[in-house]
């Protein structure tokens, strides 16, 4: 507690004896002050806590010190001779009056922790203030003293701490704990009273690519103003949480729930959907969302929480930009999701995988200059699946790594009975791209005795941006080992052009959706066109992937392009079949190097 300030002038003469009065009882203190008659007053004006004093009987203020006058805000003359009434509100008054009937009835300081002031002149602060009431010869309670700690500021910070315990830092939205805290409480609420409860489970379409090629400050910029749209669309009970990247959960309490949750699913996917202005790019993306609704056979939090899971990985199968409500059904379709992710795993050590090889030939000869390994997986039941059906499994059960350097290691050893102008292209995922990957294709090339120099190594754009330093540097040791770097899926990202700059690719491979939509549209041929010219003025080869038709390789041709891969040429095709083919056109092989 603490009144209001006094003057600028300095404590009355009858309060400085005052305080005398009140602590010469020690007789080393009297003695002390006998000698120095103004020592008492200069230690309790130079204390940096409030100090007052106030009459036993009246509860009139006769001592503040100056740092009283600097938290209240005004000056000592006005507190001394009044009473708590006078200066504070009515319910804080009423509060300091029955804390000091506490200290006149004890004789132990009274201790409050924190106490709100509203002062006149500093706002709402926060003290810890300790009392205790001064006797007089007679035993009877005559003062009260009290000493305030301002805690304001410790108390604010204490607060942010434990507000950022709970928020995500990027959205403020809540996070995973606090998340988990509520779903607990109301999945207690919804088993006392049947209370309806829905959890949504959502996370964004197309978002790692625009992280990855626009930069993480965009991407954090876009996530902010999702977080915005996101609290709209949700009602004024419900927690919105941001559980990590781009993956986000609702906590709807309402009843009745069946058509609420879908109008809720609906709003969101609509709002989510619109385009954001994000420093000048126009960027989009989707939602998939899950929705697990509780029940007599889902009353506790975790099952809430996988029904969700369950429906979100159905939306992202059906397509994604959609929603899906839990249905029992689906745990069939996760069962065969985790099935598949087992059966990816144990199919290297059992064998099945296969490198098959798709060549590329220079544009002028038509001569074949070398093949790219592409890998297919023999399943036992289905057949040969090509990578689409299993490499984003892969990546996702964090296999791709390892898959990776099997495929490098295996092409390099079946390159080895090639010519050695016949080169061998093998593609790098972005996981593969750390300072471990050096060391990886020394292993390779030495093991395999193929010569550094037909080997070339496709690296997209999306693994120069998880790291563009450490990738550099990367690709500079390999190059230095005379292995070839080309980049890979050239146009499709935003920073293409700056990764010329940064390091000296060997060639550019145009990608196939250029190719595809050639002769229909006349932007992609200019493209086309351009990249070829890149190509020239960089003085290296530029690839155009997905050639298949006779048309497309004459416009592409006509472009510039040097080199061509496609079905017009061959499709993949297992090591035998291509000693066969390089064995019937090895009149035909190209010259050693890119032609």
Same mark, same amino acid.
């Given at each position: ?18 305080? *005398? ?10 003695? %002390? ?7 008492? &007053? ?9 100090? $007052? ?23 000592? @003359? @006005? ?13 804080? @008054?009423?509060?300091?009056?029955? #804390? ?29 203030? #300790? ?6 010869? *007679?035993? #009877? ?47 207690? !609420? ?7 409860? *829905? %959890?949504?489970? $959502? ?17 954090? *910029? ?10 709209? /669309? ?62 007599? &056979? ?63 030939? &220079? ?70 791209? &750390? ?5 990886? /294709? ?7 005795? %193929? ?37 890979? !899926? ?28 050639? %002769? ?5 041929? @200019? ?12 003085? /290296? ?55």
């Amino acid at each position: 507690m603490t009144p209001k300030g006094a003057s600028a002038g300095a404590t009355s003469g009858a309060a400085r004896g005052d305080v *005398a009065d009140l602590l010469s009882g020690d007789p080393d203190l009297r003695s %002390l002050l006998g000698r120095n008659e103004g020592f008492l &007053t200069t230690i309790v004006e130079s204390m940096p806590g409030v100090v $007052f004093v106030k009459d036993s009987a009246t509860g009139r203020f006769i001592l503040l010190n100056r740092a009283g006058e600097e938290f209240l805000g005004v000056s000592r @003359a @006005a507190i001394v001779g009044k009473t708590d009434h006078d200066f504070f509100p009515k319910e804080e @008054a009423d509060r300091f009056v029955a #804390r000091d009937r506490r200290a006149l009835e004890s004789r132990q300081v009274q201790l409050v922790e924190e106490e709100p002031v509203h002062t006149p002149h500093n706002g709402l602060r926060f003290l810890r203030t #300790r009392t205790i009431a001064i006797r007089d010869d *007679a035993d #009877r309670p005559q003062y009260i003293l009290g000493i305030s700690e301002d805690i304001t500021e410790q108390k604010l910070a204490g607060e942010r701490i434990r507000y950022m315990a709970h928020h995500d830092g990027l959205t403020n939205l809540a996070n995973r704990a606090l998340f988990r805290q509520h779903l607990d409480a109301a999945m207690a !609420d919804f088993r006392r009273t049947r209370r309806g409860v *829905a %959890l949504f489970f $959502f996370d964004l379409d197309g978002f790692k690519k625009i992280n990855d090629t626009l930069g993480h400050p965009t991407g954090d *910029a876009l996530l902010r103003m999702l977080a915005d749209r996101v609290r709209q /669309v949700a009602g004024d009970g419900d927690t919105v949480a941001r559980l990590g990247g781009d993956e986000f959960a609702i906590l709807h309490q309402a009843a009745p729930m069946a058509k609420d949750e879908q109008a809720l699913a609906r709003d969101l996917v609509q709002r989510i959907s619109k385009p954001y202005d994000v420093g000048g790019n126009r960027l989009s993306v989707t939602a998939s969302i899950g929705i697990s609704s509780a029940s007599d &056979t889902c009353s506790e939090s975790d099952r809430m929480l996988r029904n969700a899971d369950v429906a979100l990985y159905r939306a992202k199968a059906d397509g994604r930009n959609t929603f899906r409500v839990y249905e029992p059904s689906m745990d069939h379709h996760l069962e065969e999701k985790r099935a598949l992710e087992l059966a990816v795993r144990n199919a290297l050590a059992r064998g099945q995988f296969e490198v098959h090889y798709q060549p590329f030939v &220079t544009v002028q000869s038509e001569r074949i200059c070398g093949f790219e390994a592409l890998v297919r997986w023999r399943h036992p039941e289905r057949g040969l699946l090509p990578p689409s059906e299993f490499i984003p499994i892969a990546e996702e059960a964090g296999f791709i790594g390892t898959l990776g350097e099997w495929v490098l290691r295996k092409a390099c050893e079946d390159a080895t009975a090639w010519p050695v102008y016949v080169g061998l292209a093998v593609n790098i995922s972005p996981s593969q791209c &750390t300072p471990a990957l050096t060391q990886t /294709v020394m292993s390779a090339l030495a093991t395999s005795r %193929l010569s550094p120099g037909q080997l070339e190594l496709e690296i997209t754009e999306t693994a120069l941006l998880q790291d563009s330093s450490t990738t550099v540097s990367v690709l500079h040791q390999l190059r230095a080992l005379g292995v070839k770097i080309s980049m890979d !899926d050239f146009g499709t990202g935003y920073s293409s052009l700056s990764y010329l700059r940064s390091f000296p690719f060997d060639k550019i491979k145009i990608d196939k959706s250029f190719v595809s939509d050639l %002769l229909k549209d006349g932007d992609c041929l @200019a493209i086309v066109r351009a990249v070829a010219g890149l190509g020239a003025s960089f003085g /290296v080869p530029t690839t155009a992937e997905g050639v298949e038709t006779l048309e497309q390789f004459e416009q592409v041709r006509a472009a510039g392009c040097t080199q061509c891969q496609g079905y017009y040429f061959g499709r993949p095709m297992p090591l035998e079949d291509v000693q066969r083919l390089l064995h019937r056109r090895r009149a035909n092989i190209g010259k050693p190097g890119y032609a």
